[in-house]
């Protein structure tokens, strides 16, 4: 009897000790908590557009291209040297984030490149930058990408450079990307997007679509549902890119030395349309410049307004759209009753997501001059955090339109349209 309850007492404070354990990657960096899943498919060669949207796109599924850049898409991934940079584009004015570590909260510096390239192998600082119409002309469109329509669906092109030691949040973005490494490596955790309530279960930060987790000290206390959580693990090597699929949740080391890359954003696709793809296919050989796919800023803010708008919605009819569309008061009644009937593509009096996406913007800007002056030198640095000076202005009187457009009125209209388009980037609900 007394041996069976001594045993009774050890199997009991056993158990206390192992309860009080900390979990296993606690505190340690993300990914510890368990071995990654099975390795992301990797490929050699681009498929064809349709295959992409297919199987990837579609799927929701990432692909690695190893060494994919050594066979000539991208210009930029032979020239790009410091040397070559500061002296073609050094007076180019480029975007910085004092912080390896991101910190949303931080602003961002504006300084030339020049001055970059003087500062970057010493200082805390690291380009996060849009990459100009001239340094565009660098960089190629995947050959995946140039027809079905995915040619209209490009948000940006972006550059990311650094000497190394960069570490971004677990986040996820409302785009589809292609991250294409020139220079150094990265390594990459990522997180598929079906995952979203143990991700976002705490600490999840919906204005700017990140999570407040420490990346290098992860407190499985405080997020006890990343503990179990599945994770994909990727390396990247220089010439390598990888397509991160819409809203799937990741995280960015890129390691110590010289680290420079770019990724192309494109809006999430959800119909391929075959009418303008050769049944032969696409040679991953046929170089286009992304320049020729890429719109003028005010087209893209104005699909990204839209589609803002469509976030909660799954379709639009035509007195929803008088209503939020009135207020900006550039747009009179018959130009209004136009655009509507510009994007309800299949005349029934309605306006899905796939209509805004396939719509041709540049057609819309020609057809309604008013939209020129609402969308002019839109103040794209303004806060996310003032979107809800959108509604205060809808609940405003709506002033009258004059023949004279009042400067001041042009401005805040413009403040308030870019804000939410730009919303749409982070806060776009899982398809």
């Not at 991953?284 to 719109?295: L, P, T, Y």
């Not at 103040?379 to 009258?400: A, C, F, N, V, W």
Request: proline share 4%; charged share 30%; glycine share 4%.
């Amino acid at each position: 009897m007394l041996d069976s309850i001594l045993t009774v007492l050890i199997l009991s404070c056993r158990y206390v000790v192992d309860s009080t354990d900390p979990p296993v990657g606690h505190l340690k960096p993300i990914g510890r908590h368990r071995p990654p899943m099975a390795s992301i498919e990797e490929r050699g060669s681009f498929p064809t557009p349709q295959e992409m949207f297919e199987k990837y796109v579609k799927a929701s599924k990432p692909v690695i291209f190893r060494g994919i850049l050594e066979k000539g898409m991208l210009p930029a991934y032979k020239l790009w040297t410091d040397d070559y940079l500061r002296e073609k584009y050094g007076s180019e004015s480029v975007d910085v984030e004092s912080g390896k570590k991101e910190n949303r909260k931080w602003n961002m510096l504006s300084i030339s490149m020049a001055d970059f390239l003087n500062r970057y192998k010493t200082e805390d600082i690291y380009m996060v930058n849009d990459v100009s119409p001239k340094m565009a002309e660098d960089i190629n469109m995947p050959s995946m990408f140039l027809c079905g329509g995915f040619q209209n669906v490009v948000q940006n092109v972006i550059m990311w450079f650094s000497s190394g030691g960069t570490k971004s949040v677990l986040h996820n973005d409302g785009l589809d990307n292609v991250n294409c490494l020139i220079d150094g490596e990265k390594y990459l955790v990522m997180i598929d997007k079906k995952h979203k309530t143990e991700v976002e279960d705490s600490g999840w930060m919906k204005d700017g679509q990140y999570s407040k987790v420490d990346v290098e000290k992860v407190d499985l206390l405080e997020f006890p549902k990343l503990r179990d959580l599945p994770w994909y693990e990727i390396k990247l090597h220089k010439g390598d890119c990888v397509f991160i699929p819409f809203k799937w949740y990741h995280h960015v080391d890129s390691q110590n030395g010289r680290n420079l890359a770019i990724n192309i954003w494109l809006h999430h696709l959800t119909k391929f349309n075959d009418s303008n793809c050769n049944n032969t296919g696409f040679d991953e050989s046929k170089f286009v410049s992304v320049s020729q796919f890429r719109k003028e800023r005010k087209v893209t803010d104005f699909r990204d307004f839209l589609l803002g708008e469509l976030e909660d919605l799954k379709h639009i009819d035509w007195p929803t759209f008088e209503n939020f569309v009135k207020p900006f008061s550039l747009l009179n009644a018959k130009e209004i009753e136009e655009l509507f009937d510009a994007l309800d593509a299949d005349d029934d009096e309605k306006i899905i997501e796939h209509e805004v996406m396939i719509a041709n913007m540049e057609d819309l800007f020609r057809q309604i001059p008013s939209l020129q002056h609402l969308l002019e030198e839109s103040p794209y640095e303004e806060s996310l955090g003032e979107i809800e000076d959108k509604e205060r202005y809808m609940d405003s009187d709506t002033p009258q339109v004059t023949d004279e457009i009042d400067e001041e009125e042009l401005k805040e209209q413009q403040r308030i349209f870019a804000n939410a388009a730009r919303r749409t980037l982070t806060e776009r609900e899982d398809l």
